[in-house]
């Protein structure tokens, strides 16, 4: 097993925000595991950054499938003895459509990604999680999962109308509210980017990539005395 400080893994890490939370915190000094469901394109991310002297590792992991998802958990635990981090950052945006024009299936696949494989990824990593002594996990969510700024009209979360994405986040919130609330020894967060220019939004946001994650580098520190179980961006709490 390596003799490592602290260990992260990120999933959805080969671009976009994940990609800059490895970079960030492999630049701590930390060993971080690039997770991502295409392994030519997380290959090609590792190596860019391990070309940089950062200690990086990939491991190829789709959220969606219990099987790659168990093997990842394996394949992790066959180089270290225990995770200190998991940011759990892989997630879709879905379609832009009117909430009257979605169905139960539009929003089924939507939620395979951003709830049902946060929960699949945590469960699977727990065991080394529990080998930590400071075991921290981070969601990723949104200002949008917000029902404090969705009924707001002078917030611009008001106007989004997305069923789909919007609600998976606020669902997403409740998922890190119980794992917090059922582990007492974690540091259970979820981190809200703000709107970071990326892929997902054609690359029309506001904030870079480091700024979108300077709340998961801040969540995902080694502080016995941060919090747990709230919902943060890069300036502090946000309104459930």
Known sequence: MADVKTVALVTGANK?????????????GWLVFLAARDPERGKRATDTLAGEGLDIEFVELDVTSNESVAAAAQAVAGRVDHLDVLVNNAGVGGPTLDPADMDADMVRALYEVNVFGHVRVTHAFLPLLRESEHPRIVMLSSALASLTHASDSARPESG?????????????????????????????????????????NNHTGIHTVAEGTDAVIQLAAPDPDGPTGGFFDRNGPVPW
């Open 16 to 28: 976009g925000l994940g990609l800059e939370a490895v970079r960030r915190m492999a630049g701590n």
């Open 160 to 200: 989004f109308l997305g069923l789909a994405y919007a609600s998976s986040k606020t669902a997403l919130n409740m998922i890190m509210s119980q794992y917090a609330r059922s582990l007492p020894r974690f540091k259970v967060n979820a981190a809200d980017p703000g709107f970071p220019a990326t892929d997902m």
